[in-house]
């Protein structure tokens, strides 16, 4: 019994060692990861400027409505003409109208049956065309639009959209933001290792989010994707957002 003490215990005291091996080696490897898991920071920029839309485009056209086919085609082309001496009037340029096809479709409507259920007939047909107008003349296109809501108070069957103002150098606005972007995630990073005793090094990755068109004095929140293109407003902000990743020195 004493001889088989000293065995025991040489055996406890190698799965002690042993163990305290294994429990060092896992908690330095558990203390690696945690360490290299804090070797990096992300951070978003954040960059705008003010634009203005250099073009602008509107669509106006004619509809009409017939009992048939051919009567619905054959009004279109009649209301056609009081159409083309409109836009003369205004100074639009052929160059500057694009001409849509004619269409004529069923005209469908809902109708009550007498036992209370709703159902789509045909009432004849609609016959429509419309011109869409492209033009650097931003104020040109406003007020024939504006003149278009008398064309249509005096009788005549046409209908149009709103003017849309587009900035024509949307790649070089979003370029000449991405700089600036870059920028201001580089100071927001450097912001946060000052206060973390470390210094920001190089660059891991970088990536461009959201791009933003937005109506002058708008306030939206910069996400990572998506984006807004307005193009109700003439005077707009363009806003670009960056994500990126950069080492850190400790």
């Known amino acids: 019994m004493e001889k088989g003490l000293p065995k025991a215990l040489v055996t406890l005291g190698i799965l002690l060692a042993l163990g305290m091996s294994v429990a060092a080696f896992l908690l330095g490897t558990q203390t690696r990861h945690i360490g290299s898991g804090r070797q990096n920071i992300s951070v978003k920029g954040l960059a705008e400027k003010p634009v203005k839309a250099d073009l602008a485009e509107w669509s106006i056209g004619v509809s009409v409505h017939a009992d048939t086919f051919a ?128 210094k920001v090094g190089s660059m891991r990755s970088a990536s461009q989010g959201a791009f933003y068109i937005l109506p002058t004095g708008s306030s939206v929140e910069a996400n990572d994707y998506g984006g807004v293109y307005d193009k109700s407003t003439i005077d707009k902000i363009a806003r670009v957002v960056v994500t990126i990743d950069y080492n850190l020195d400790q």
């Open 71 to 198: 009567d619905a085609l054959s009004k279109l082309r009649q209301g056609r003409p009081v159409l083309d001496t409109f836009l003369e009037k205004q100074g639009f340029d052929k160059a500057t109208l694009k001409e849509g096809d004619e269409d004529v479709t069923p005209n469908m409507i809902e109708e009550e049956t007498q036992n209370g259920q709703f159902r789509q007939v045909q009432k004849g047909f609609v016959a429509r065309q419309s011109i869409t107008v492209t033009s650097k003349d931003l104020a040109k296109i406003a007020t024939a639009s504006k003149a278009a809501l008398q064309l249509e108070a005096d009788g005549h069957p046409v209908f149009y959209s709103k003017p849309l103002y587009l900035v024509s150098n949307l790649e070089e606005v979003k370029m000449s933001l991405i700089g600036a972007a870059t920028q201001n995630a580089k100071k927001r990073a450097d912001e946060f290792a000052k206060y973390g005793d470390t």
